[in-house]
């Protein structure tokens, strides 16, 4: 769990991390250096999720690289499906990270949501649905290790 306090917000105590794959985690099929590492540095604090539409078919590869395995997503209605899955966590207990469009509901539905800036782009309903922007996969994971990065950015 990682706990934290944010002035003129309130309490986190984060268990999950739920995060898309395809724009957020890899591009184009292909995990990004230094993903694998940062994850298994949460892994004791975080219980670890991924979700996929597996849009490049190597998902399997993915999963076996992080040691994990993705929950796929049905092709159609995909944000809401994501959203879905953040609820039944216990969306107050969930940091959720994403990029596309069909992330929108699942960063809004997560007590945190992070938007990540990405090769592929960032889509506005993402950047619209969640709580901090960080500028590439490795940053926004790097906020989970530093908490009070987070505090910083979100006091009021």
């Known amino acids: 769990m ?13 268990e999950h991390l739920v995060m898309d794959v395809n724009g957020t985690l890899a591009v184009d099929g292909q995990l990004i250096d230094g993903v694998a590492e940062k994850i298994a540095s949460l892994r004791s604090q975080l219980s670890i999720h991924l979700l996929t539409a597996d849009t490049h078919g190597k998902q399997a590869v993915i999963d076996r690289q992080l040691d994990l395995s993705a929950v796929r997503i049905a092709v159609g209605n995909e944000a809401a499906q994501k959203a879905e899955y953040v609820r039944k966590l216990g969306s107050e207990k969930v940091a959720a990270i994403g990029q596309g469009a069909n992330d929108a509901g699942m960063l809004a539905a997560a007590h945190l949501g992070i938007c990540v800036m990405s090769i592929e782009g960032a ?17 926004a994971l790097a906020l989970l290790e530093k908490p009070l990065r987070i505090v910083a950015s979100l006091r009021k």
């Open 2 to 14: 990682i706990k934290f306090n944010v002035p003129g917000v309130g309490e986190y105590e984060l």
């Open 123 to 139: 889509a506005k309903e993402a950047l619209l649905a969640a709580d901090l922007i960080a500028p590439d996969i490795l940053s």
